[in-house]
């Protein structure tokens, strides 16, 4: 099981990318941050195997969490998207 945490502060974008984690066999979602800093909390606490990770977030941009885990030292797979505005 890869347990994947959501970093995404739009409810909506959450919801469907908690969804989509539902129907996919083997992703068991184990938390949802709406920031970076709640993210760590939920970090600290679990650990996940993925973080899906919005670039554009309150306080600091998913490009610089990816970035401070890494210096972290942290090997979390992460995968980094950003809503498309039309």
């Not at 409810?11 to 979602?29: D, I, S, T």
């Not at 890494?70 to 505005?85: A, E, I, N, T, V």
Request: proline share 3%; charged share 25%.
């Amino acid at each position: 099981m890869i347990d994947v945490l959501i970093v995404e502060d739009d409810p909506m974008v959450a919801m469907l990318n908690k969804e989509f984690c539902e129907r996919m066999e083997g992703l068991k979602v184990i938390g949802h941050a709406e920031s970076t800093a709640d993210a760590w909390s939920i970090i600290d606490q679990q650990e996940p195997d993925l973080i899906l990770l919005d670039i554009y977030l309150p306080g600091q941009t998913g490009l610089e969490f990816a970035e401070s885990l890494k210096k972290k030292g942290s090997l979390y797979r992460y995968f980094l998207f950003q809503q498309r505005m039309t």
